[in-house]
Every structure is written in C-alpha cells, then in structure tokens.
C-alpha cells in the first residue's frame, strides 16, 4: 500500500468488519471483503479477509465456545476442507478483474439469499451440511465470503440465534485457517499488520459494546446493506475492467 491515508483507510474497513462480525456474530467477510479486494487487489483482499475473520471469530469464541455444536460442525468442517483447495486453485488463476466481478457478485448474492431467509430442502439433514460447507469453503476461500452458506444451512434447520453464533465462530476460525494454509498469508508491511492487529482489537471491544445496545434484528440489517453495497461496488468495478 502506498500512503498513510490509504493504510488508514483499510484500518477503517477492518475496523467496521470487525466491529460488526462482533456485534451481529457474522460479516466481516460480507462488509470488509469487498473494500479489501478494492484496496489490495482481490488476491491479497481477499487473503487479509481470511487472516481478519478467523481472528475476530476467535475473540468471539473465547466466552462461547461451551455452547458451540460441535457434532453438527463435523460434516460442515469436513466439507469445507475438501473445497478450499479448489477455491484456492481457482483465485490463483483468474485475471483481476474476473476476481473483482467474481467477488462481488458472490457477495451480492450471498446477501440477497440472507437477507430473503431462502428455504431450501437441499440444505437440511446429512445432505444439507454437506453443501453447505462445500459451497462455503470454496467461497472462503476464492472470495472471501464463506459465512453465508453456513447461516442459510443454520437457517434451513432451525437454529436460534443462540445455538447458531458460537457454532458460526468455531467454523469461521477452522474454514479461515483452512483457506490461510491454502494461500499463505497476505503479503503487508509490518505497519500494516500493526495497524491491522490493532483495529481487529479495537472493533471486537466496539462490537461487544454495542452488542448490548443494538437490538439483533437492526445489527443484521445494517450488515446486509453495508455488504449489498459493497458486494454491488465491487461487481462494478470488475465488470468496468474487463
């Protein structure tokens, strides 16, 4: 990166990813994915996404991981672990602008599916967890944005809000550290880190914060419309240099 301002601007985006991943229990991928791939290029955005989610997802499961499902995490866990790789394979691969595209449409429609609830009877049972962690490691891993398939999979079968956000964190850390050990971690100045690190801190202390004072519903709905625009940006922004 060159210049403070743009390393401030991408403290800001990891900050705001990270604050609501903390608040609402997912979405960093959702809001910061698209900005990072902007900023950085989609390989490098991508990857530092990756590095930033399994983070904030393991200060989340610190004070919940006695309630996390562990028995209906296998099958998504092993799933997700056998399409990484692909999506790896695949990101290393295309043109950046296909990347751009390529992000911004799976974010956007990552988002719409959430946010319309889909009901789908391919995603219950064996079959569904199968799917859905298929899907969600290979988006994980070539876009960024693997929560979503695991939300509507958790959706799908009746999870409350309660059962579903510590099991979506022990899944962020394992699918993140998957799609990292793919890749490799992204290549920033040690400034950057810092300054990474640092927002990653301070937007979980936020996000826990707000937690308190944010009704759930408002949380999620300010997460979707952050993620549609910037999933729409960056759908733009490929499909402009292609």
């Not at 990166?1 to 991408?10: F, I, P, R, S, V």
């Not at 889909?118 to 988006?139: H, T, V």
């Not at 992204?186 to 936020?206: D, E, F, N, Q, T």
């Not at 940006?233 to 402009?240: A, F, M, Q, R």
Request: charged share 10%.
């Amino acid at each position: 990166m060159n210049g403070w301002t743009a390393e401030l601007a991408l403290g800001l985006v990891v900050l705001l990813g990270s604050s609501v991943q903390r608040l609402a229990g997912i979405g960093f991928a959702l809001v910061a994915a698209p900005a990072l791939a902007l900023m950085l290029g989609p390989a490098q955005g991508v990857l530092l996404a990756n590095v930033s989610a399994g983070t904030i997802s393991a200060i989340g499961l610190l004070g919940s991981w006695r309630r996390v499902r562990l028995a209906a995490m296998l099958p998504l866990v092993a799933a997700a672990a056998c399409t990484v790789p692909a999506g790896a394979w695949v990101a290393a691969r295309l043109p950046v602008p296909a990347l751009l595209a390529g992000t911004g449409a799976v974010v956007t429609a990552a988002v719409l599916l959430v946010m319309y609830g889909a009901r789908l009877p391919s995603l219950r049972g064996a079959r569904g967890a199968l799917a859905a962690g298929a899907a969600s490691g290979f988006m994980n891993s070539s876009a960024g944005v693997g929560g979503p398939a695991v939300s509507l999979y958790a959706l799908n079968a009746g999870w409350t809000t309660r059962e579903f956000v510590p099991s979506a964190q022990f899944y962020g850390v394992v699918v993140n550290v998957l799609s990292v050990s793919a890749k490799g971690l992204p290549r920033l100045s040690g400034s950057v880190w810092l300054l990474v690190a640092a927002a990653v801190a301070a937007g979980a202390l936020i996000g826990a914060v707000l937690a308190d004072r944010v009704p759930e519903r408002r949380a999620r709905r300010i997460v979707l419309a952050l993620a549609l625009g910037g999933g729409l940006t960056t759908l733009v922004k490929g499909l402009s240099q292609l």
